[in-house]
């Protein structure tokens, strides 16, 4: 099965399953965002939050409520950036102390390719031309999307500042790597070009940005 580990860089932590099967218990705050969602939903905000806490013992820090800030991004402890992430039986968190990354996001999708029309709504010229030439019979048009999720996950903590599937330019590198540039002004807060991993596994596509000190 993927290990979401084998994509981040050291002193990174990660925590991940593959249903729902395990009990998570929520704290009464996460509940009540929950309230009048559907079984499955709860399940999968449940389950995530689980990945989180796990992840977060291992950096010695004590659960708590991990709630919903601006945008809907995840609120983490003082001194921890983190990364959630789930789809179709997969859910995993990462995160990391702040003093050695400034951010991180990860993403998952199924490795099936994008429906169709929705190539031409996220990528731009370039990047569909790019996808044109790369060799490999993985399903590189949603590789691309879920770099960009994981992107945005990275982005917006750095500038607050929301930004959508157009506003990047992602080079994937069929080794495994990819580059992304912003093409928003950052005014300083974010690098120019953000560095990240993908890989296909068991049906499943995961990618991570980190961004270091």
Request: glycine share 10%; net charge neutral; aromatic share 6%.
């Amino acid at each position: 099965m993927p290990v979401i580990e084998e994509l981040l860089p050291a002193g990174v932590r990660a925590a991940e399953v593959f249903d729902d099967e395990l009990p998570v218990e929520l704290f009464p705050e996460e509940a009540a965002l929950m309230a009048g969602s559907s079984e499955r939903r709860r399940r999968q905000f449940a389950s995530v939050r689980g990945c989180a806490r796990r992840a977060l013992g291992e950096l010695g820090v004590a659960p708590v409520p991990l709630l919903r800030g601006k945008n809907g991004a995840p609120r983490w402890p003082e001194g921890v950036v983190g990364s959630m992430t789930h789809c179709r039986g997969y859910r995993a968190a990462v995160v990391a102390r702040a003093e050695h990354l400034a951010a991180v996001g990860i993403d998952a999708e199924p490795a099936l390719p994008l429906p169709e029309g929705v190539l031409g709504l996220v990528t731009g010229p370039e990047e569909r031309d790019m996808l044109a030439r790369l060799p490999g019979r993985a399903p590189l048009d949603r590789v691309l999307f879920c770099a960009k999720e994981a992107l945005y996950k990275a982005w917006f903590p750095l500038t607050q500042t929301w930004a959508g599937f157009r506003d990047a330019a992602v080079e994937i590198e069929p080794g495994g790597g990819f580059a992304a540039r912003m093409l928003l002004d950052a005014s300083g807060r974010a690098p120019e070009v953000f560095r990240g991993r993908w890989s296909v596994r068991e049906g499943l596509i995961l990618t991570v940005v980190t961004v270091a000190r």
